[in-house]
């Protein structure tokens, strides 16, 4: 099958996004398998329009500043963010740790809003980052309600990566816990992603279905086990419940 020129385009796109330090035209073409002059010519179409840059020391070529703002604006109109924003805030001020929305996506949580708090623990997540689901509670939720046979499907090419001590590293596992998940109406994420990190999630739903997670994460040090069972899986869930309520998809 011939591929088009925009297909061609895309996963030049897509090989930039997975590489943020850049290729040449050479390590694209080796890359890709396209000619070095196919791969010129779609570089100098998108550049003049800031969809690459080019290093002038390395001569390397990365994904432009075209892309942050076309996401940014994605970002904005999304319905489910700007409802929940001041559900969010209210939600940090109340527990005083961070709190996440997140989405599913292409296989990936994305996390879509976050607000840190101004002390205390510092997180490397950010709007638009984006990572496996199996080991983040948010990520986990908004797997809890597919079938079975599209959690496989999702890892069916990938390992179950381990990032924390207590990571869920199988398939069978991970089922079962979102099985958990499905019934109590929220997920618990103790040190799956971060060793000394906790998290709790509930989903926010639209027309029925879960369209997107929230999320509060903390040291194990304040977001002590007792805490969470005390109090912040309710908040999680009455918060998520509100953000619900307002929702028209």
Request: hydrophobic share 35%; with cysteine; proline share 4%.
């Amino acid at each position: 099958m011939k591929l088009s020129s925009v297909d061609k385009s895309l996963q030049v796109i897509e090989a930039l996004r997975k590489n943020p330090h850049g290729f040449s035209i050479a390590e694209l073409s080796q890359l890709l398998g396209f000619p070095p002059s196919t791969i010129h010519h779609i570089l100098s179409t998108l550049r003049p329009y800031d969809y690459v840059a080019q290093s002038p020391e390395t001569k390397k070529y990365s994904l432009g500043f075209r892309f942050l703002s076309i996401s940014t604006y994605i970002l904005e109109n999304l319905d489910v963010r700007k409802t929940a924003y001041i559900h969010l805030r209210k939600l940090q001020q109340k527990c005083n740790e961070a709190v996440h929305l997140s989405i599913l996506r292409n296989g990936q949580v994305t996390y879509i809003d976050k607000i840190q708090v101004s002390s205390g623990l510092s997180l490397a997540t950010y709007i638009g980052f984006s990572t496996d689901p199996h080991a983040a509670a948010g990520g986990k939720v908004l797997l809890s309600e597919l079938p079975p046979e599209e959690i496989r499907a999702m890892y069916k090419n990938r390992s179950l990566k381990r990032y924390g001590k207590n990571t869920i590293t199988s398939i069978g596992q991970l089922l079962e816990e979102l099985n958990n998940i499905r019934k109590q109406g929220y997920a618990l994420d103790n040190e799956e992603y971060y060793e000394g990190v906790r998290c709790v999630a509930a989903p926010i739903r639209a027309g029925g279905r879960i369209a997107a997670a929230l999320s509060i994460t903390g040291s194990i040090f304040s977001m002590t086990m007792d805490r969470i069972n005390r109090e912040l899986i309710e908040i999680a869930r009455e918060t998520a419940r509100d953000i619900s309520s307002e929702l028209h998809w």
